[in-house]
């Protein structure tokens, strides 16, 4: 459901009802216009369904994302309009525990969500600069490529933490103990899930 090359008309004004998304992915380094944005804001418009309007990253430190609000303004927010967008954010591999809602009505938001989370920390002297980090990445894809994303890193005090989003932690957890422990350099991995 993605499009190319989608160009908006310039100077033409919808009526829009605003809703907000809210996101607990947490994507280190990673462009979140070209993660998260970008696409949706595409298939909102090729839909027919509003567009973006803004969006906020909620920041643990200058260096990591912990969480990503979007707010839109929907042509349709009915419940079906807004679970039509959960479903657009599902297909870009949002995690469990997103939600929806318009902004003008208070209650329950619309759960949705498609990924597990799971965060892989090292010592920085395994992965000390971009090439031991790009390393790391790759053999950590080429392990867990069918399931799962990348979503950036970050580092904090004397640990990098590597962010994967898939279908299923447990899975990812298995395949990426069993490259890691290949590897002596990577001997100190920790895998856990993000909550």
């Known amino acids: 459901m993605f499009f190319r ?13 605003l809703a907000e ?5 947490r994507l280190g380094h990673r462009d979140v216009d070209r993660t998260f944005i970008s696409p949706l ?5 090729a839909a027919g369904l509003g567009t973006v309007t803004g969006y ?15 707010h839109l303004g929907l042509t349709d927010a009915a419940r079906p309009a807004l679970e039509t967008v959960a479903r657009m954010l599902e297909h870009l591999r949002a ?9 003008d009505m208070p209650g329950d938001p619309i759960l949705f969500g498609a990924t597990e989370g ?11 600069d971009a090439e031991a980090r790009k390393t790391l990445v ?18 904090r005090a004397d640990r990098t933490l590597f962010y994967f989003y898939g279908e299923s932690f447990a899975e990812m957890k298995e395949r990426l103990a069993r490259v890691l422990d290949d590897d002596p350099r990577f001997a100190s991995a920790v895998l856990r899930r993000l909550a």
């Open 21 to 25: 998304v809210h996101l607990p992915v």
């Open 138 to 155: 790759q053999t950590c894809r080429s392990a867990i490529e069918d399931q799962a994303v990348s979503r950036g890193w970050t580092r």
């Open 41 to 45: 804001s595409q298939q909102l418009a």
């Open 95 to 103: 995690p469990y525990g997103s939600s929806i809602r318009r902004a």
């Open 56 to 70: 906020r990253g909620r920041a643990r430190d200058e260096a990591e994302i912990a969480g990503l609000d979007i």
């Open 5 to 17: 090359d989608l160009k908006l008309k310039k100077g033409v004004k919808l009526k829009v009802t």
């Open 118 to 128: 799971l965060e892989l920390s090292i010592g920085t002297d395994a992965a000390p």
